[in-house]
């Protein structure tokens, strides 16, 4: 039973709050099992808006009378919405850079100029509308709203204050752990507001600094009502013996307030699933993992219309790269491995040549590294532009790899890692993917560290697996390809 003393005092104090009424205040949001800030949702959700409310509306003056020509014009809108969307997301002003100059924003902003405004162009220029007399308010209007939206990124990023509103965090523990999800709490949000922490009944070490301990006055729950908190974190280095208060947390969850324990904060906020503080329970009677048919199906049609669509676009650059790898040195122009698929199936990567034909010639296989001897001028090239991977859209196509997933690992580094690193072989319940939530997420890695680093990436997509993210993981990968982040 709940402590009727302590909660009725609480609720009597604190009556203006109301009980299970408004959300806790989270700053993140849930979409389809992927968690996106709120700021970035409402940032979007703008920008996507003021694009389609000013091309409809304008169309609408010029046109006079022509509804008819509404559900295409808003087409042209959401097209043109979705392509500075992509641009944006490119120039990273979706994403928290609490470090970047205004100069380095300015002349990301005046990028994005530079490649939304002909779009912008080009995609007006095509509406029904195009032959009216007034058609250049139209274009002067929609440019002037894409101007609006990227100066306001750059307002959003400067000028605007993103700290206000954000959730009020109470770390229950004060060890290694507690400090371990501050750091990452403010990696990921640095306008987290995290009131204090409060040590556990019998942690006998204490990691953070004294000042900001919170003492406790009647009970955790009457203490978090208090500070107006909105979400509890459980950090707690030591959670046997009695050192959890369930009682207290069970009255805190009652009063609206939000109770996550450490696995769960990593996987909301950093999108990975910590293998420090992962348990088999956790994994097994939380949710995701779903693997169902429909999820497959539509997982399928999507990987062979992208694998096609980029296989047309990119074939002048295939065929480049092709003929530069020839011309370089002797050897064939693509390269076959053997890697492990789904279920830990074997099958034939397909790659661009990018070093040398003798690169593994004592016969042992060799992680590649970040400026590797073996790699060739031309495979230099493209391996930091990406170029190299092309070749697996065929891969795609046979139905072996998909656009998303986990990297394929040849088999001689997957027994290493399996024997070294926990729930290694979770990664291969899903296809392999060209791209992945690892691979934009991790730069480039060849030690076991940074395989058990990009690890908890590959669970977090493993787990959490839909649509939605693989549509964001292929726009990350365009900011990546773009940036030449994470390079090798």
């Not at 389809?32 to 003021?50: A, P």
């Not at 169309?59 to 808003?74: D, H, I, M, Q, Y």
């Not at 348990?279 to 993992?289: S, T």
């Not at 693509?334 to 990018?354: C, D, M, T």
Request: hydrophobic share 45%.
């Amino acid at each position: 039973m709940l402590k009727t003393d302590k909660s009725s005092a609480a609720n009597s104090a604190h009556e203006p709050a109301p009980v299970g009424g408004e959300a806790t205040g989270t700053s993140m949001l849930r979409i389809f099992n992927h968690y996106l800030h709120r700021r970035t949702v409402m940032q979007v959700g703008f920008d996507v808006g003021l694009i389609v409310a000013v091309l409809v509306l304008a169309s609408l003056a010029v046109g006079g009378s022509e509804f008819v020509w509404l559900p295409v014009t808003a087409a042209h809108g959401l097209s043109l919405a979705g392509f500075v969307f992509l641009i944006n997301s490119a120039t990273g002003f979706y994403q928290t850079a609490p470090k970047r100059t205004l100069s380095e924003t300015c002349a990301r902003a005046l990028l994005a100029l530079l490649l939304a405004l002909p779009i912008t162009y080009a995609l007006v220029t095509l509406l029904p509308s195009a032959g009216l007399p007034a058609r250049h308010l139209t274009l002067a209007a929609t440019m002037v709203a894409v101007g609006v939206v990227v100066l306001h990124r750059v307002y959003a990023s400067h000028v605007a204050n993103p700290s206000r509103g954000a959730s009020k965090i109470l770390i229950l523990g004060a060890g290694p752990a507690a400090q371990s999800v501050a750091a990452s709490l403010r990696a990921a949000d640095p306008h987290a507001r995290i009131v204090g922490f409060v040590p556990g009944g019998s942690e006998s070490e204490i990691s953070v600094p004294r000042a900001e301990l919170v003492a406790l006055e009647g009970g955790l729950s009457d203490t978090a009502l208090r500070m107006g908190v909105d979400e509890i974190v459980v950090a707690l280095s030591e959670r046997r013996g009695g050192n959890m208060p369930l009682r207290d947390l069970l009255d805190c969850k009652v009063f609206g307030i939000r109770v996550v324990d450490i696995a769960t904060h990593f996987e909301k906020n950093l999108h990975q699933i910590s293998l420090k503080h992962v348990n088999p329970g956790w994994l097994v009677f939380g949710d995701g993992f779903n693997q169902g048919a429909v999820r497959t199906a539509v997982k399928r049609v999507s990987d062979v219309l992208v694998s096609l669509l980029l296989l047309v676009i990119s074939a002048p650059i295939m065929l480049l790269a092709a003929l530069a790898v020839k011309l370089e040195s002797r050897g064939p122009v693509f390269y076959r491995q053997e890697r492990v698929g789904l279920n830990g199936a074997p099958f034939n990567v397909i790659k661009f040549r990018s070093m040398r034909t003798d690169a593994e010639k004592d016969g042992k296989p060799r992680w590649a590294t970040k400026n590797d001897d073996r790699v060739t001028r031309v495979g230099r090239f493209i391996r930091r532009t990406r170029i190299d991977e092309l070749p697996q859209l065929f891969n795609v196509l046979a139905g072996e790899m998909s656009m998303v997933g986990p990297r394929p690992e040849r088999q001689y580094f997957v027994d290493e890692l399996v024997e070294k690193i926990p729930f290694f072989a979770v990664r291969h319940s899903v296809k392999p993917g060209v791209t992945g939530w690892a691979q934009v997420r991790y730069d480039y890695g060849s030690t076991v560290e940074d395989a058990a680093a990009k690890l908890q990436y590959d669970l977090y997509y493993v787990k959490n697996h839909s649509l939605f993210l693989d549509m964001l993981i292929l726009l990350e990968t365009v900011a990546v390809v773009l940036t030449g982040r994470g390079a090798r």
